[in-house]
């Protein structure tokens, strides 16, 4: 088996050719054709199609160590008052500003969907105060109404912003495992998103805005770290306008400009991670007037890595959400979009009738899971088949579904309350608490009914389904029990066939809704029975409530806790606990929960946290992929670039002369270098010196668009994707940064680059001013010396294109690039004979991309492969249908 050759002389032949499959110890010198290699995720060639998960990139949440951000510089920065180097007073700040933000875009929501409401409403009870019994013209304008509220909300999100549909939850949890999906957090989607929302909810379809608003919360913490337009913008203002610069704080010496930068210094994956988390958590809490609720939910149902440093952000996050739509409404009681309010029960004997309504309990919990799998099941089917419907059709078919599915509930909505006789009650003394107080009450609809009755149904269908669902609660004995049967099973139906359509929608509300009436109507028809005569039907209408929330979703601790918080009664703990808990149980003997079925449905490749345990009999080396190209610590230029050119991989293994592994090195970051012509021109006194654009003198002593406009038009990267723009050979969509301090760089997750500090360096630094954050820092020497002066960010732009290029003009081709410099030292490896189980749990934990193998020496190998890179381990790798096919 031979060995990686040894490389004498930096710019010898070995440079020209990257070293393929080092698995079998080849140390072939060409290029690995595209048909033969997999993607950055490890994409083999049976995935293919518009759904397959070849779309989707991984995202890279490991930090990245390299040589400039471990030396003594870096890691022994003075503390300052705002915290350490001012990252943890800006990750607080912007912690507030997330709770902050999210609390007033749910206030937006809810005032939005009140008034709408309300006016359908105040048309309603007009054609009742009347009298008119011309209820097809009624029928027509409710039916109307409706109509046009649904189908602008599919129109707006189907065609500005389609990754605006649905709840948002499932690409939510895809994200946060580590899964990029491009556009949904957009300025765009998060605007479509908030409209569409109020429009579908406000038209009276089965769905709510619970969903949305974690989608929301969750866009607003991620955009927060994306700086790149406000940082172009503070030095637009400074060059054209220096005046208003200085007194905005903009100045180079400004602290908007060093605030700014800290900012700048959160813009990675990892960090943007944390704050959507924190973001998801708020928009939750403020659905649900939740603070504790919304930390243990996205604990629980959308995180993956929830780190204990956060619990104080999130739980500081949480409650000025909802301490916002207390203000709001004026209550501090009320701070929800949906509350439940307290709930009144008998208190004689409540530990013995709590412990003899146990089983009844249990009961309602296992028929909840029931429900709730059979409805995860439906909907599963119902999906395949509309996707299919929908593969060769237009937006217009989409359309037409949310505005038959608007008619059929208008319909029911409408009909229903005529249907019956029983739905008719006397109305109570003006001074009873109950909605029968008035035909005029805020939850009352005499609606064709005699005078001083109320049509029970009509309230619930026509009014607030927040008031629906808290005068369920309450007392479920105030209404018919046939009212609350036909209720649940009406809206149980209308939910199944409306969620998953073309418009923004949540599940929650409508589930509390179908819940509370099933289980309010079990409530009373078991009170008829003597031995619980005395028992309260609320806890029942509240149970079931819990039951079809477990059923569906199958979330079991934020669950009891939201209940907990929404009702303030720490006496429904018991029975909500062996409710969820059982209904959890049976639910997931059958199906998924529903957010899981709606990422295997769009084939996101999300990882399971569960282990299997015969993950412990397979090895690493049974399912790495072993097509892996590796890259020396200095190559030409002209071998990076074919690498780029001829692969799609995204990690690349770095080796040492002697064929050892070092680090590993990404494409973007490989990508940078080349843009910014980041070439080593020789080796003097062991440190290289760097070649920064076309003219060293000025880009050092220059700012940031100077070094922009002057780049050489030779030296780009073309890409065959419509988001990219060129300008002077440099992308427009990055952003750039000027403080190697504090800012990420090239694209990478708190991958800096630093300044060189030799005789050349320091002579030519001595005239700047040192507290400049236009112009670059002097450091020590080190081994690690790279180009000063431009730094390229992303934000929610990827170089992770179909089929990039790269080109680079002849003279560029033979220069030799140090890949040792930007190289993230710290990867994780295996060995290849490691179990299985673990490198599965390194990708769930911690949220890896790549999972470099080393040979082990053992299985026959030679002992010369021990430390080399025999293979890589990605996400696709890990999915459930790929270990399938390798371990079988």
Known sequence: MSSFPPISDPTSDPLSKPLINPSQGSSTQSSPSKSTTNSNLGLHNRHSGPNSVQKYQSLDFTRVLNSYNTSTSSSQQKRTIIGYSGRTFVRWFLTLICGVFTGVVSIFIVWCIDRLTDLREKALRQNEESGSENLLLAFIGFTSWNLGLAVLASILSLSLAPMSLGSGIPEVKAYLNGINIKGFFSSLTFAVKIIGTVLSVSSGLAVGPEGPLVHLGGAIGGGLTRTGRLMNGIRWIRKKHPTVAKYLGCSKNGCTTKFVSYMSALRNDGERRDFISIGSACGFASAFGAPIGGILFSFEEVGSHFPSRMLWRTLVGTSLATFMIAIYFGDLTKYGVLTLDSIDTPNDDVVYNRFAEIPWYALIGTMGGLIGAAFNAFWRYWQGKRSRFYKNKGDLWKIGEVALLSILTSICLFTLPLSWDFVCRSAKDADDDTFYSSSTDSFGH????????????????????????????????????????????????????????????????????????????????????????????????????????????????????????????????????????????????????????????????????????????????????????????????????????????????????????????????????????????????????????????????????????????????????????????????????????????????????????????????????????????????????????????????????????????????????????????????????????????????????????????????EEDLQGRVVGIVTRLDLLEETLHDKLN
């Open 446 to 861: 005499s609606f064709n009914c005699n005078t001083n009755q109320t049509n029970e149904m009509a309230s619930i269908f026509f009014g607030s389904r927040e008031e629906a669902i808290k005068n369920i609660l309450k007392n479920p004995d105030e209404f018919d029990e046939r009212t609350l049967l036909i209720t649940g099973l009406t809206f149980l139906i209308l939910l199944s066939l409306t969620f998953g359509s073309a418009i923004p929608s949540g599940i929650f509300m409508p589930t509390i809704l179908i819940g509370s009436s099933l289980g309010g109507y079990a409530g009373i028809i078991i009170k008829r029975i003597p031995l619980y005569s005395n028992m309260s039907t609320s806890t029942f209408a509240l149970v079931g409530a819990a039951a079809l929330l477990g059923g569906i979703q199958r979330s079991a601790v934020s669950l009891c806790v939201i209940i907990m918080e929404g009702t303030g009664e720490t006496k429904f703990l018991l029975p909500i606990v062996v409710t969820t808990v059982c209904a959890k149980w049976v639910g997931d003997n059958f199906n998924h929960g529903i957010y899981e079925i709606g990422m295997e449905l769009k084939n996101y490749p999300y990882l399971e946290h569960h282990v299997h345990r015969s993950y412990d009999q397979h090895s690493v080396g049974e399912v790495m992929s072993r097509d892996v190209t590796c890259l020396r610590g200095v190559e030409k230029a002209e071998t990076i670039e074919a690498v780029l050119n001829d692969t799609s991989y995204n990690g690349f293994p770095v080796v040492s002369q002697a064929g050892n592994f070092l680090g590993i090195v990404r494409r973007d970051q490989l990508v940078a270098m080349l843009e910014s012509c980041v070439f080593i021109e020789g080796e003097e006194g062991g440190a290289p010196a760097v070649r920064a654009a076309s003219d060293e003198n000025n880009a050092r002593s220059s700012g940031w668009q100077q070094i922009r406009d002057e780049s050489p038009p030779n030296t780009l990267t073309r890409s065959n994707s419509d988001e990219t723009e060129f300008k002077n050979g440099l992308r427009r969509n990055l952003s750039f940064v000027t403080n190697p301090n504090i800012a990420a760089i090239a694209m990478g997750n708190d991958c800096k680059w630093g300044t060189i500090s030799t005789d050349a360096g320091d002579k030519n630094n001595n005239n700047k001013k040192k507290d400049d954050p236009l112009l670059p820092l002097s450091t020590p020497p080190r081994h690690s010396d790279i180009f000063d002066s431009v730094y390229h960010l992303k934000d929610d732009k990827y170089l992770e294109v179909v089929d990039p290029e790269v080109e680079l003009s002849p003279a560029d081709r033979v220069k030799l690039v140090d890949i040792k410099s930007v190289m993230n030292v710290s990867p994780h490896v295996v060995l290849e004979t490691c179990p299985l189980s673990v490198a599965y749990r390194l990708f769930t934990n911690i949220g890896l991309r790549h999972l470099v193998v080393l040979g082990g020496g053992e299985g026959g190998r």
